[in-house]
């Protein structure tokens, strides 16, 4: 493509540097910015630049936070006996959506994945470990580990469990089995089969 | 969607104002701009500033430029006697992707639409009327409608049409049938009924 101007051309370029964004998109989205206010760009540029800048990591959980302490952390309203180890915060947001866990997080800020060369040292995991060796004051009862159901979500639930079975804590994870409103012959072999392993009986 | 930063809910905020990119997306984006580099979202955040605020419009024939005049309107390489009319730049992108055309052209803005409140006098069609009453050197033949084969397309031609027709110019309008590569029994009534109306003679 061809573009009439440079400008044009440098911003489609760091548009389409974006996921899941190609040239014909990001062209879209640049022409839509020339027709609003420029104030409208100026905001967006700002907002994000701002963001980038200025975001920090919780120190206790490592989930994204405006402060030292992100929101969940410095509330007294959850329950500091729960930690839930998720792989990032997308996960915690996703959680938070339910509306039914009230207890802590502990953000990864990532998965094991030996083929994207991601080990154990590259996750939080030593900060998690130190959350249970000195709990500050939390008396932790549970660890959730709530991670992927792929193979290296497995694999990283696999290590935390050996690494954390030292501690007098629970140690669970979500279940897994046929999504709620699937229909049961579309299910996948697997999910279906360890649904019928890990049945649930009535009490 | 509740987020555990008010800098990246701005940031999402502000993205998801964007055309067909809603909160999920957006969120998305913001992401991937935390896991990059800190220069990229600067130069994202710049590029889109300065072109916001740098981009013109060319002088003779409105489509979008760096400079006063166009490079297409700056060339000497293009066939001065002809004119394309179009509704906007990506009409102009689309056409010159085709290496078809080596003619100039004219950007009217936008299309004649009483739904939307858009009348000739929005339109650049005034500036089109000039650039046949005082060419300027360029010894205009022939003023080719390429406009959206819609009901608001179809209204804006007629509107130059008439316009135009005190010019000794010929005015023509792109062809009108079943699309290359389609299939004839998926072709809608319409275009198919107008491509036999219109149909084209072996010489």
């Known amino acids: 493509m061809e573009f009439p101007s440079k400008l044009i051309e440098d ?18 989205l640049v022409l839509h910015l020339l027709k609003r206010d420029e104030e409208q760009t100026q905001s967006l540029a700002e907002s994000l630049v701002a963001m ?21 952390c410095a509330s007294h309203k959850r329950d500091r006996s729960l930690i ?5 915060t997308r996960d915690v947001l996703a959680i938070e959506n339910t509306a039914q866990y009230k207890g802590m997080y502990h953000v990864l800020g990532g998965i094991i994945s030996p083929v994207e060369g991601v080990g154990p040292s590259d996750l939080h995991i030593e900060s998690l ?16 580990l709530a991670l992927s ?43 279906l089969g360890r649904s019928i392993l890990s049945r649930i009986s009535y009490e």
Request: one cysteine or more; hydrophobic letters at 35%.
């Open 84 to 88: 839930c180890v998720v792989e990032d």
């Open 129 to 144: 470990v130190d959350r249970l060796r000195d709990p500050d004051g939390d008396a932790i009862k549970e660890v959730i």
């Open 149 to 191: 159901p792929t193979m290296e979500g497995d694999t990283t639930a696999f290590y935390l469990q050996k690494k954390l079975k030292t501690f007098p804590v629970k140690i669970s994870t979500i279940a897994r089995g046929v999504p709620i409103g699937g229909d049961l012959e579309y299910a996948d072999e697997v999910t």
């Open 11 to 28: 911003a489609v370029n760091e548009v389409s540097k974006l996921p899941g964004i190609g040239k014909k998109t990001a062209l879209r």
């Open 52 to 72: 980038r800048s200025k975001v920090k990591h919780c120190r206790k959980c490592h989930n994204l936070s405006d402060n030292d302490l992100c929101s969940i």
